[in-house]
């Protein structure tokens, strides 16, 4: 009969777990728990800023700062003599371009940009230990970059911001094909792995979503992109209890490129069956997709980053 959600976090996460109804009833128990998650995910969401403007990142690593609402669009750089990259990270507000390349060839090379002090332009930091076509990158704790080459790889290069220094950790070979960091642990998707630290032992989770093409951290729980019948749906993933939500299905859309939030809601760019390249944002409090604006030339929009 109590009306969970006007009870302080506090109350619910300290004070009830000492009473037997808590302990003894589990329908109960999973009221308080689901009430708890959703107040950390509200928090977690809030945390994120209340920019509505999107940095979008093209293939040839040219920078742009986009309004989501009024589709206003303003460059920020252009990249050095790069015509592609291997992966793409956003970390302590630098862009890490890592294995940028003049050519088709495989680069080691990285380059980073302070958004902080743009008018500095792209610079030289410390090249990866292997050189590479493709890679699977990911920030962990915002002191740490994963990446991966291609899915049959057994290393995992990692870079640790503090030292600048690379290392290569070992990983399972059938892996991943994306890691999302949450706020205490980085995980592999498919294969439904963790870890705790960089270098640690990789631990099995049970696995509750099929075919996962990509997925972005809220805290502690996970909103994952995953193909089904219909087209692409989005799952959340409480990493906590191990379980999965159907939130939403994206019928007749056949392609997802990347996702993050934006003031507190999803923007992905993605593939229409109909209407081509599209950049779309989720509504989370509605659940509720809707297109922002289409995109002429999905190579502009290789990347997408919160501000």
């Known amino acids: 009969m109590l009306d969970l959600e006007e009870i302080s976090k506090h109350f619910l996460s300290q004070a009830v777990q000492d009473q037997n109804l808590f302990k003894d009833y589990p329908i109960t128990q999973n009221k308080v728990l689901q009430t708890i998650s959703k107040r950390v995910l509200a928090e977690n969401r809030q945390k994120l800023g209340s920019s509505l403007n999107l940095l979008v990142l093209s293939s040839s690593g040219a920078l742009c700062k986009l309004n989501i609402r009024n589709n206003y669009q303003e460059n920020v750089s252009q990249a050095r003599n790069v015509t592609g990259f291997a992966g ?122 099929e ?59 993605v593939k229409s069956l109909n209407e081509g390249w599209l950049l779309k944002e989720y509504e989370v409090q509605k659940s509720e997709w809707r297109v922002l604006t289409g995109i002429k030339d999905e190579e502009d929009f290789n990347k997408i980053f919160s501000l």
């Open 211 to 269: 075919n996962v093409l990509f997925g972005i951290a809220c805290g502690s729980n996970i909103y994952l992109f995953a193909e089904d019948e219909n087209g692409i749906s989005l799952h959340l993933y409480d990493t906590l209890q191990e379980t999965a939500t159907k939130e939403n299905t994206m019928t007749g859309t056949t392609h997802m490129k990347d996702a993050c939030f934006v003031n507190g809601n999803i923007v992905a760019v």
């Open 88 to 209: 793409a990270v956003k970390m302590d507000n630098c862009i890490y371009l890592l294995g940028c390349r003049t050519s088709y060839t495989a680069s080691n090379s990285v380059e980073k940009f302070n958004l902080n002090f743009p008018e500095s332009g792209w610079k030289k930091s410390t090249p990866m230990p292997k050189e590479n076509h493709s890679l699977l990158t990911s920030v962990f704790k915002n002191s740490h970059i994963f990446a991966k080459g291609s899915s049959w790889s057994a290393q995992t290069h990692v870079f640790a911001v503090k030292s600048r220094k690379w290392t290569s950790v070992p990983c399972d070979q059938n892996f991943t094909n994306t890691f999302i960091p949450t706020s205490d642990r980085i995980y592999g998707f498919p294969s439904w792995q963790y870890c705790d630290v960089p270098g640690a032992q990789w631990k099995p989770v049970a696995k509750k979503v």
